[in-house]
């Protein structure tokens, strides 16, 4: 079983399997490559740009033991940070990050609305980015589903919504911020991973 709660604390032992996870998830065959960062709550990089996404989603209540950041090469060029909470003696994987650089620039920052229990939440921020993006329906919707608040990994977890298109060197940046996806009744977990690269994409085209 592998639903990204673990009974031990040591990165040495988790590590691997959260890699394994992530690998299924991309459905490639070849170890992807990752670094551990000792947990600090207050001091996460997720990108050196934006600081503030590390301190929104990693500052909350839970105790965090380390988070490792996995770099995906292909299909296009991914960081994924997972951040690794203490739960008893053991650990679970709490808010994952996902960080891509967008081709098509853009004047100002958009950022997806939280949920919301009547309609689809919308981008707001830079009225021209926001335009292009709120003109598709598919991608609202499939942003929406993806960039989770609330997951039932770990006994439960909620976070705030982080889901941000900004301006950056050469292009924009994409942040998003979800939780991991129980699968198989718990007995296992996703991070959803192939499913960013969709939305990444799905952007890039509308911008």
Do not use: C
Not at 96 to 109: C, D, I, R, S
Not at 139 to 155: E, I, M, N, Y
């Amino acid at each position: 079983m592998n639903n990204l709660a673990y009974t031990s604390q040591k990165a040495d032992v988790v590590v691997p399997k959260i890699e394994e996870i992530v690998r299924k998830d991309l459905g490639v065959e070849t170890p992807v490559p990752y670094k551990v960062e000792e947990g600090d709550s207050g001091k996460v990089n997720v990108n050196s740009m934006l600081h503030d996404a590390g301190l929104a989603l990693f500052g909350g209540k839970e105790t965090l033991l380390f988070s490792v950041a996995f770099d995906i090469a292909s299909p296009r060029p991914v960081t994924l940070t997972a951040q690794v909470d203490r739960q008893g003696v053991g650990s679970h994987v709490g808010t994952l990050v996902f960080t891509t650089k967008l081709a098509k620039p853009v004047k100002g920052e958009v950022f997806l609305e939280g949920p919301k229990t009547f309609g689809t939440p919308k981008f707001q921020g830079d009225a021209g980015v926001a335009d292009k993006l709120n003109g598709s329906k598919d991608l609202l919707k499939k942003a929406d589903k993806f960039a989770r608040t609330k997951s039932d990994v770990g006994g439960g977890i909620k976070r705030d919504r982080y889901f941000k298109v900004a301006p950056a060197e050469s292009g924009s940046v994409l942040v998003v911020g979800t939780l991991p996806r129980a699968t198989s009744m718990g007995m296992s977990a996703t991070t959803d991973a192939k499913d960013f690269i969709d939305l990444a994409k799905l952007i890039e085209d509308l911008l």
